[in-house]
């Protein structure tokens, strides 16, 4: 069974730029959540989709948005994009109803 | 809202050496998620605790929950490179029903040195 995978792993962009980061959910979960890494800090919860709708949020802004698909998988996307908004990515996926998560390796976003 | 606090930040200890990572909650811990990152990876899913007392092990490693402390242990005995890296404590901190919304401590990093 194939893993979490996410993508791009590595990305720069400027302040005020839009990203997009991607994510492919394990075989047979149908739940996705993302997750923000700072440098030093442990994930923070951004939020979860189910069923393609957004399914509890974390205390993330508005620009912060995510969209999942019918395959499961999922996208990231953040607007007006600020220096603190520079960290890991991670995306998790997960079976309805389980707390045991399957991360991916990340996407690193660095904003200059 | 909860917050997890880990101790100690980070540890360095001889290869073969016992260690014991401690994670404590600010609310009642209904279920306690342990993980494993490589500096800059994803992480890996190690131990799920879920009921007050609970204890686990998986190879080298054995983690508690401790409900009343609010307070869970990672211990690793016989310690060897392979385990460097940062593991993470998770909770789920709305009575076991936050599936997959989890808050995580700050992270331990362990270096294990030959």
Not at chain 1, 41 to 48: E, M, S, T, Y
Request: glycine share 12%; charged share 15%.
């Amino acid at each position: 069974e194939t893993g979490v995978t996410q993508s791009p792993t590595h990305l720069i962009k400027t302040r005020g730029q839009q990203v997009t980061l991607r994510c492919s959910s394990q075989s047979g979960h149908n739940t996705v959540s993302w997750y923000q890494q700072a440098l030093g800090q442990g994930p923070q919860f951004i939020f979860q989709y189910y069923r393609e709708e957004e399914n509890g949020r974390g205390n993330f802004p508005p620009r912060f948005s995510g969209l999942q698909f019918p395959n499961y998988s999922s996208e990231l996307n953040v607007n007006a994009l600020e220096l603190d908004d520079s960290a890991l990515y991670l995306c998790a996926s997960s079976l309805t109803g389980a707390n045991v998560l399957t991360f991916g390796a990340g996407s690193r976003l660095t904003v200059l | 809202s909860q917050e997890l606090e880990q101790s100690p930040q980070s540890l360095i200890v001889q290869e073969g050496k016992n260690l014991t990572i401690n994670c404590t909650s600010s609310k009642t811990l209904y279920g306690l998620y342990w993980y494993k990152q490589k500096y800059g990876e994803g992480l890996i899913f190690l131990m799920m605790l879920q009921k007050g007392g609970e204890e686990k092990s998986h190879e080298k490693i054995t983690a508690k929950l401790d409900e009343k402390k609010q307070q869970s242990s990672l211990h690793i005995t016989a310690s060897q490179p392979s385990h460097a890296g940062i593991y993470l404590c998770g909770a789920d901190g709305a009575g076991g029903t936050s599936y997959g919304k989890l808050t995580f401590g700050q992270g331990t990093i362990l270096t294990v040195h030959p």
